[in-house]
């Protein structure tokens, strides 16, 4: 992938929600609710401090994660739809 996220920012991938309910009833597109859970595809180098050092980050490539409902913005890159956003954006990190 051509694309490097820029300060404290993560490039997600959100991934499917079950199409399915417990009971087994089939949910249609239309009524899915949006992904709230993602693999971290690219990050920033950090945020900067006001006398220039840069804070890791706390999220790696590869982490799955768990953000807000509606956090982020939807970006195309490759053809492919991602969601980049701030790293405090991001709630946390599933199965570390």
């Not at 945020?47 to 050092?53: C, N």
């Amino acid at each position: 992938m051509n694309f490097r996220p820029l300060h404290d920012r993560v490039l997600v991938e959100s991934l499917e929600s079950e199409e399915k309910t417990a009971g087994g009833i089939i949910i249609p597109d239309t009524a899915k609710e949006k992904p709230q859970e993602g693999k971290v595809i690219a990050v920033g180098p950090g945020a900067k401090t006001e006398d220039g050092k840069i804070i890791p980050m706390d999220v790696k490539v590869g982490d799955r994660v768990l953000f807000g409902k509606w956090s982020g913005t939807e970006v195309k890159v490759n053809g492919k739809e991602y969601s980049i956003m701030k790293e405090s954006d991001i709630m946390g990190v599933v199965g570390k």
